[in-house]
Every structure is written in structure tokens, then in C-alpha cells.
């Protein structure tokens, strides 16, 4: 059996590693713009993860050997039921950590499983909520400098500067990274895979 990452990310890549020492990387070139919001934030992660997760499966790497398992996942921050992806500029991301700032948001990653042999599919989500201290608009100016929130949901990455303006986590730390290895255990078990 061949366990395989459909994502480039390399937080997700080393979190991964945690778990698994032998697994392939094939990313998705699914497009999330194709996956409309309808105000649930779990079943969009989760849709997305999916989609992920099936174009990869499809692949022809994949459908030559059938002893593969494709795991999808996608991560969004949340904040009052306004998706926060990842910014397209500074000015965006100025934007997004001026909205955290002072507040609490949620972060979910939507994951899924796929057993490209029997086409088994199991689909979950993982929900951590954050809270921000009270942040100026230099500090904020000053660690948007150092170029960390490029390619980062909710413009920043908790396990790097961005650390520090949290002032306090319900749920699983590693969710916030971008795969909660707890959700994804429990997953793997629930098809039979034991780790």
C-alpha cells in the first residue's frame, strides 16, 4: 500500500512525516475557485478536500497501482463567517491580520480519504478556534515585512513570527498548521489503515 500526499505544501509534507516515513507527494491541480461558498465553512473545506483528493486519485500515477491511498485536505480561516484564503497581496494580507487582530477566529481543515483500489471515501473536517491579541497597525506592518503570510490561509502561519499574537487555542494545534494528525489517525483507522 502506498499512501500518497495530494498536496505541495511543505507544512503538510513534514507533518505528514511525523506519521508515515514512506509516502508520495502528487499535488492537486484542482482549482478552488470551482467550489462556490454557500455559508457552511465545514462542507466547504470538506468539498474541496474531496475534489482534491479525487483528481489526484484519477491521475495516471495513481490508477497503475491500486494499492493507493490519496489524502486530500484544504484549510481556511474563518472569521465570522468570512472566509479568509490565502492573500493575493500585502495589502490583502494587511487586511486580513488587521481583521484577526483583537479577535477570535476558527481555522478548519477539510480532509479526505481515498482508497483507489475499493474507491472508498471518507470525508471529515477539523475545527480550532484562535484568538489574536490586540495587534498595531506597525507590528502588523512589521511582520507582514518579513514576507511569512505569502501562500497562507488567513495570511499567517501560526507555527512561524506570527506565533507570538496568539494569545490562546481551543482544539488541535496541528490543524492550524494545516493537518490535524489526530482527525487524520482517527480517519485512517476508520478504513482499516493502522499507522
Known amino acids: 500500500m502506498k499512501i500518497i500526499l495530494a498536496s505541495a505544501s511543505e507544512r503538510r509534507i513534514e507533518l505528514l512525516s511525523?506519521?508515515?516515513k514512506d509516502f508520495k507527494v502528487i499535488p492537486s491541480n484542482f482549482d478552488e475557485k470551482r467550489v462556490e461558498?454557500?455559508?457552511?465553512?465545514?462542507?466547504?473545506?470538506?468539498?474541496?478536500?474531496?475534489?482534491?483528493?479525487?483528481?489526484?486519485?484519477?491521475?495516471?500515477?495513481?490508477?497503475?497501482?491500486s494499492e493507493n491511498i490519496v489524502i486530500g485536505c484544504d484549510t481556511v480561516v474563518s472569521i465570522d463567517n468570512v472566509i479568509l484564503g490565502?492573500?493575493?497581496?500585502?495589502?490583502?494580507?494587511?487586511?486580513?491580520?488587521?481583521?484577526?487582530?483583537?479577535?477570535?477566529?476558527?481555522?478548519?481543515?477539510?480532509?479526505?480519504?481515498i482508497n483507489a483500489s475499493s474507491h472508498a471515501i471518507n470525508c471529515d473536517y477539523s475545527c480550532t478556534k484562535v484568538k489574536f491579541s490586540r495587534l498595531t497597525d506597525q507590528e502588523i506592518e512589521k511582520y507582514l515585512y518579513l514576507g511569512e503570510y505569502e501562500d497562507k490561509a488567513g495570511a499567517y502561519g501560526i507555527q512561524g513570527y506570527a506565533g507570538m499574537f496568539v494569545e490562546a487555542i481551543e482544539g488541535c494545534f496541528y490543524n492550524?498548521?494545516?493537518?490535524?494528525?489526530?482527525?487524520?489517525?482517527?480517519?485512517?483507522?476508520?478504513m482499516g489503515i493502522n499507522l
Open 86 to 113: 490565502k492573500p493575493k497581496d500585502k495589502q490583502d494580507a494587511f487586511r486580513m491580520i488587521k481583521m484577526l487582530s483583537g479577535n477570535v477566529h476558527n481555522v478548519y481543515t477539510g480532509i479526505t480519504i
Open 18 to 20: 511525523r506519521l508515515i
Open 37 to 65: 461558498f454557500n455559508g457552511d465553512v465545514s462542507e466547504y473545506v470538506m468539498e474541496i478536500s474531496k475534489a482534491k483528493a479525487k483528481a489526484v486519485s484519477k491521475s495516471k500515477d495513481v490508477t497503475m497501482d
Open 176 to 190: 492550524v498548521v494545516g493537518l490535524p494528525l489526530n482527525k487524520l489517525n482517527g480517519m485512517l483507522g476508520e
